[in-house]
């Protein structure tokens, strides 16, 4: 079945440093979304990709689709304490929104 | 907040027991998800109900089946609970449209199995 693989698992940044997590499959994804979820909380959308080369920014936050839709990734500029949480790469298998997450990146931010 | 709403939010069960687990939807939502999320890891989808029917299924064992209700509201039962099924359990629920949705996940409910 599909398989989305998210790198790295774990990164430390100081405060104010930039932060990329990246998402990849072996096969063609339809789309692509992205998930926060904080220690001890739910996963929470951020945002959807679907077009080939796809860039969408939200404030600090940068996501991007590649070009043969395999690989996303989602880019924060200047960390914040409030960026701290794993963060999630889902694809929709099949119809009717049954999401395939990679494993997540866990983001620690240094006060 | 989602409005999707999850009871109860922890559980301690024994081994061979069975328990039920609670979602109620977003108003409006019609479709439901489960997902168990072991800890360190990311969610695996259990199975979705949309309109009272199950619309899919993920790789799991014939002793995780659910409901849903005419209300949307949905329940995951899990028999013969096993050590390993100790998990953040998660439901989302969503309205399937013409293209990606997004999901809205409760708080989930933390199983232990002990």
């Known amino acids: 079945g599909q398989q989305v693989m998210q790198i790295p698992q774990y990164q430390h940044v100081q405060e104010g440093e930039d932060f990329t997590t990246y998402c990849n499959s072996s096969?063609?994804?339809?789309?692509i979304q992205w998930y926060k979820q904080r220690p001890g909380g739910h996963p929470v959308f951020l945002i959807q990709l679907v077009k080939s080369g796809e860039v969408k920014k939200q404030k600090r936050l940068t996501f991007q689709f590649g070009e043969a839709k395999k690989n996303s990734s989602l880019h924060i500029t200047a960390t914040q304490t409030t960026d701290v949480g794993t963060y999630f790469c889902?694809?929709?298998?099949?119809?009717?929104?049954?999401?395939?997450f990679g494993g997540g990146t866990r983001l620690m931010v240094k006060p | 907040e989602t409005g999707v709403t999850q009871s109860p939010t922890h559980l301690i069960k024994t081994r061979g027991q069975q328990v039920t687990l609670r979602c109620s939807s977003q108003s409006g939502h019609n479709t439901v998800s489960w997902y168990q999320q072991a800890l360190g890891q990311g969610p695996q989808f259990i199975f979705q109900?949309?309109?009272?029917?199950?619309?899919g299924r993920g790789n799991f064992p014939p002793r995780f089946s659910g409901l849903q209700f005419p209300n949307y509201s949905s329940e995951l039962n899990v028999n013969a609970l096993e050590l390993d099924d100790s998990a953040l359990y998660l439901c989302?629920?969503?309205?399937?449209?013409?293209?990606?949705?997004?999901?809205?996940f409760g708080q989930g409910t933390r199983l232990t199995v002990v």
């Open positions: 096969t063609t994804l339809s789309n």
């Open positions: 989302a629920s969503s309205t399937p449209g013409q293209g990606p949705t997004e999901a809205f």
């Open positions: 109900y949309y309109r009272e029917e199950e619309n």
């Open positions: 889902a694809s929709e298998a099949g119809a009717g929104n049954m999401l395939t």
